[in-house]
């Protein structure tokens, strides 16, 4: 892969699991990174550990699902850094409930962070890629887009709209040298997941359901991230790429 020395990326959802990780991956590779979530202190965390790397990164606290805020992270970042180059949309939200139990408020949560934050965030930073004629956008779906599953219908739906939204953007834009993919990863062992693994059984039925017969590594998407965000996808857009141990494809 080719260095990223010289490029600013923002990455949403980076203050725990496969969003940190793809921070840490950017920085790695010599991207200025602004990190956003909810959570300060993660992000904070996050520019501790980069500054003790000689690396320079942004902590920007983000509710994603507000327009204001996520043009507030944006300008920030071209305040700190003279420019914006790459946006990674990861902050993601996920609901287990039978849609004759869901709440609407529980429903529009969803979507408002997994599929209108997407929006808000690509608006924000394609202000300033069109204005430069180059730039990545680098979506995180899921691979419950591509499948049926019982009990996420707002989930799949929010994901699927990010697989529209990617291919929809990537069209729209591609006269103006900004390529628009996405990664759509399955089960993956992080943090978030934590409860569910140390669940023996309710591990077995994941794992059961994944031809690979494991869950992923956060260290397995950092190689495809980088492709995305580097030049060697210039003339690659409106694409997924999935990472999921074959489980879409049963």
């Avoid at 990780?21 to 202190?41: D, F, P, Q």
């Avoid at 287990?96 to 609407?104: F, R």
């Avoid at 009990?151 to 529209?164: D, E, L, M, Q, R």
Wanted: aromatic residues 4%.
């Amino acid at each position: 892969m080719t260095s990223l020395q010289g490029k600013v990326a923002i990455v949403t959802g980076a203050g725990r699991g496969l969003g940190r990780a793809m921070a840490e991956a950017l920085a790695e590779s010599g991207a200025r990174v602004t990190v956003a979530a909810r959570t300060a202190t993660e992000l904070d965390a996050f520019v501790v550990d980069q500054e003790k790397a000689g690396r320079e990164a942004l902590a920007c606290p983000t509710d994603i699902t507000d327009a204001a805020a996520v043009d507030h992270m944006v300008e920030a970042t071209v305040h700190q850094f003279g420019q914006v180059d790459i946006l990674v949309n990861n902050s993601g939200i996920v609901a287990t409930t039978p849609l004759l139990d869901q709440e609407p408020d529980e429903w529009d949560r969803v979507i408002a962070t997994n599929l209108r934050g997407v929006y808000l965030a690509t608006r924000a930073v394609g202000r300033h890629l069109v204005a430069q004629k180059s730039g990545k956008v680098i979506n995180i779906a899921s691979n419950f887009a591509l499948q049926g599953v019982a009990n996420h219908a707002a989930y799949s739906s929010s994901k699927a709209g990010v697989i529209a939204f990617t291919k929809s953007m990537a069209i729209e834009w591609a006269h103006h040298g900004i390529q628009v993919n996405a990664i759509a990863p399955g089960y993956f062992a992080t943090d978030l997941n934590s409860g569910l693994r140390a669940d023996d059984e309710a591990l077995e039925r994941v794992v059961r359901a994944v031809p690979a017969r494991r869950m992923g590594e956060a260290e397995e998407i950092k190689p495809w991230l980088l492709l995305l965000a580097g030049k060697e996808s210039d003339f690659m857009t409106g694409e997924h790429i999935v990472l999921d141990g074959g489980q879409s494809v049963r």
